[in-house]
T-cell receptor, first 117, second 113 residues
């Protein structure tokens, strides 16, 4: 149990629709990040949020967007869904540490399986 | 973040130690070595991380060579439940808010009876 919870666990959407995935981070964690994992591949970093602002982004188009709330929970929104968006979406939380040589630990939730048809 | 190289698959007999190697020859002085594993259809599970000293916790031991160009994750007594894909990741420390992990293809460990 990592304390990171995601919802829904599974969902099916039609191409062109929009989807919102939700994540509650571990207690005390102020940074949340999102990953996409296609079948048979490793997770790919989408973006991260700290203090309700996006402060890091991977190679994903603007139709992937997010929010972080004052309680550090987060949403991932994907607009204009494409078939290739079918994947496991993972949320991860951590507590930001400052200073050099600070190796903080990042904990993942169980993910949300999205199927686009 | 530095790139890592891992064997695509390994087998281990139940009860024996599983030694998973990772090469990170381009690692920088402020990059940590992290290990995660992923059991089928579940989220990645944190195992251990270290900078230059060997580390041990209740799950595993991490041995980092003196030049830090490679490391080995040791599961001392593998069980069937340790069957998973193991990812070795190097990540810059001291990045404050940064929580990006760059996953490679990992090592698929199969523990057998």
């Amino acid at each position: 149990e990592t304390g990171v919870t995601q919802s829904p666990t599974h969902l099916i959407k039609t191409r062109g629709q929009q989807v919102t995935l939700r994540c509650s981070s571990q207690s005390g964690h102020n940074t949340v990040s999102w990953y996409q994992q296609a079948l048979g591949q490793g997770p790919q970093f989408i973006f991260q949020y700290y203090r309700e602002e996006e402060n890091g982004r991977g190679n994903f188009p603007p139709r992937f967007s997010g929010l972080q709330f004052p309680n550090y929970s987060s949403e991932l929104n994907v607009n204009a869904l494409e078939l290739d968006d079918s994947a496991l979406y993972l949320c991860a939380s951590s507590h930001a540490l400052q200073g050099p040589f600070s190796g903080n630990t990042i904990y993942f939730g169980e993910g949300s399986w999205l199927t686009v048809v | 973040d530095a790139k890592t190289t891992q064997p695509p698959s390994m087998d281990c007999a139940e009860g024996r130690a599983a030694n998973l190697p990772c090469n990170h020859s381009t690692i920088s002085g402020n990059e940590y070595v992290y290990w995660y594993r992923q059991i089928h259809s579940q989220g990645p599970q944190y195992i251990i991380h270290g900078l230059k000293n060997n580390e041990t916790n209740e799950m595993a031991s991490l041995i980092i060579t003196e030049d830090r160009k490679s490391s080995t994750l040791i599961l001392p007594h593998a069980t069937l439940r340790d069957t998973a894909v193991y990812y070795c990741i190097v990540r810059v420390g001291g990045t404050g808010t940064a929580s990006k992990l760059t996953f490679g293809t990992g090592t698929r460990l199969q523990v057998t009876l």
